[in-house]
């Protein structure tokens, strides 16, 4: 965790960056899971990978509060 120092933390406590590894193993996962023909966890994976884009959506929301529009148009974000 990059801002949990220690102990008990929830997804709401991740970095960005941190949610879009999530992201990333989930899917993997549930890639894996399709090719082993256990469509139902790869299902309940894909679902987290919602929640997780929720998340990713409202930090994202927040941080484009500090970027400058100008910069927001260079780099199409």
Known sequence: MKYVKSGIFT???FSIDET???ID???RIALDCIRK???NLAETNL???DDYLIH???KV???LK???LDIQEKEFL
Do not use: F, N
């Open 66 to 68: 500090y970027v400058p």
């Open 37 to 39: 023909g256990d469509l």
């Open 20 to 22: 879009l590894t999530e």
């Open 25 to 27: 193993d989930v899917v």
């Open 47 to 49: 679902k987290q990978v």
């Open 11 to 13: 997804t709401q406590q």
């Open 61 to 63: 929301e927040i941080a």
């Open 56 to 58: 990713i959506r409202r």
